[in-house]
């Protein structure tokens, strides 16, 4: 049996040519295609990212793809030759690393661990765009076609949500001569294309049929015959049709409603962000939970009301304990535990006594933008910070002075800054893709940019003799680096499915640990680059960091 899901089905697409009728047939799907037993409708998912421009919310697509328990896939010469196509076709089958890795053979089959997932729809579409009437005369874009008026295509998809893999022909639905004219130009070509595109997926048909006279006859007969068989049971089909478009009504008068909450919670998350922005996280937190569901009113619970309540709470917690006007990025104690140092992105480093937690002296100010990052030397005199306006700084521990000139040559905000072991180097990690290195006493580069990485540098650590240097980023590797002459050691540690936040050497410096927004840590061995067990599982969101013990 096929699981409840968030998604009834996911339908894939190329958004070159095929995103009307991809509309079309999500609206049709949504209202009309739930199955009779049940009374409320199907959310049916539809992507319009363009991965090419973002691939950094594939994400968002697998995230779709595991809530789903049916696959639409329309196939066009387009569709077969997407590589994103081919990536959600192998996920689906069980590929959890698809498109993670450059370079990947995708048009490789994948074995199906998955038997129960195989209730897949597949639609063949012409090389052209589709477009007719309600007689199949030629009219309306495909997408804009009200498909509830066509007897056929209900017809036809009347399995949608069955537990067996289906094939459906568009062609065969809308006879027009304009459509076999296209097909004679390059059927074969075509239905190669589509043919290899579906290899990996169980359960379609011999794909020779599809353009065939016979075929199309074939299903004109089986149309016929269940015609018949409708007039005898036209009776329980009436009243059956009773019911279910009271049922229908009744759903959409639902969906409806629950539009105009989203809207409505969608509208009042967007004035607790901009509160929240002025510093009046009392009322943002007031809006945000106007926004959300409670004893009194029930309501769709949406993610941006849920996160500007957190995000208000967090601000309004900080403001109060800790002083800073905006959200507090970072925090780290002295080496000898007397005194704490906050960053913030209201642009302030503060000092505090950890004992009593009351603030040292006057806030450090010298950045233009938030702060992301603060840590203290190893020998707790001086501080670094590293922030939104590209540049890093030197802090005096004991006078809050700032030392000397900026560290500048980031071209991107600097997200991550650390001392060596020895406390004569820095290194920072930026947006730009790059870590650097600098000479504390000189404040002045050293050698050229840590280049390898195709995404943010989020984070980047010495190892404990100071010789080595672990950078983690968005593209979902952690790089090790010579810290002497700034080389790359070996391949990067490839594992991860989404973006990497930090990673850390342990004490001994033999293995290093990441933490990465596809949920999981990871542990490593340093010296040979290969992960040691199985991830840590666990957590229900992205992990920010991870630390060894002492």
Sequence with gaps: MIPTARYGAFISYSHAGSGEVARGLQKWLQ??????????????????????????????????????????????????????????????????????????????????????????????????????????????????????????????????????PQWVDLRTIVQREELRTSLSRSNSEFMQAVAQLAAPIRGIPDFSRLVSEDYRQHQRTIRTAWAAAAVLALVTVAAIWQWREASRQRDQAQAHLREAQVAQSQFL????????????????????????????????????????????????????????????????????????????????????????????????????????????SPDGRLIVTASDDRTARLWDATTGKPIGEPLRGHEDAVLSAAFSPDGTRIVTASQDKTA????????????????????FVGSAAFSPNGKRIVTASDDRTARLWDAATGEPIGEPLRGHIDAVFSAAFSPDGKRIVTASNDRTARLWDAATGQQIGAPLSGHEDGLVTAAFSP
């Design 436 to 455: 650097r290195l600098w000479d504390v006493a000189s404040g002045q580069a050293i050698g050229e940019p840590l280049r390898g990485h195709t995404d």
């Design 269 to 376: 998350a967007d004035r607790a962000g901009v509160k929240d922005q002025t510093g009046d996280a009392g009322t943002a937190i007031l809006l945000a939970l106007e926004g959300l569901p409670s004893a009194e009113v029930e309501r769709p619970d949406v993610p941006e009301a849920d996160s500007q309540l957190e995000s208000g709470s967090r601000d309004l917690r900080e403001r109060l304990d800790l002083g800073h006007d905006g959200g507090v990025s970072s925090a780290a104690f002295s080496p000898d535990g007397k005194r704490i140092v906050s960053a913030s992105l209201d642009k302030t480093v503060r000092l505090w006594d950890a004992a009593t937690g009351r603030l040292i002296g006057d806030p450090l100010r010298g950045h233009e933008e938030g702060v992301e990052a603060v840590t203290f």
């Design 31 to 164: 209202t009309y295609a739930k199955p009779w037993w049940r009374w409320r409708a199907v959310n049916v998912f539809r992507d319009e990212t363009d991965l090419t421009a973002a691939p950094t919310l594939w994400s968002r697509i697998t995230d779709a793809l595991d809530e789903s328990s049916h696959f639409i896939l329309l196939a066009s010469p387009n569709a077969a030759q997407s590589k994103w196509i081919k990536r959600e076709i192998r996920y689906w089958l069980g590929d959890r690393n698809a498109g993670a890795l450059e370079g990947q053979d995708l048009d490789t089959p994948v074995p199906n661990p998955h038997p129960e997932r195989i209730a897949t729809l597949l639609i063949a579409l012409t090389a052209g765009d589709i477009s007719w009437d309600e007689e199949g005369q030629g009219g309306a874009r495909a997408g804009d076609f009200d498909w509830s008026k066509t007897n056929a295509l209900p017809r036809a998809l009347s399995g949608v949500f069955s537990e067996e």
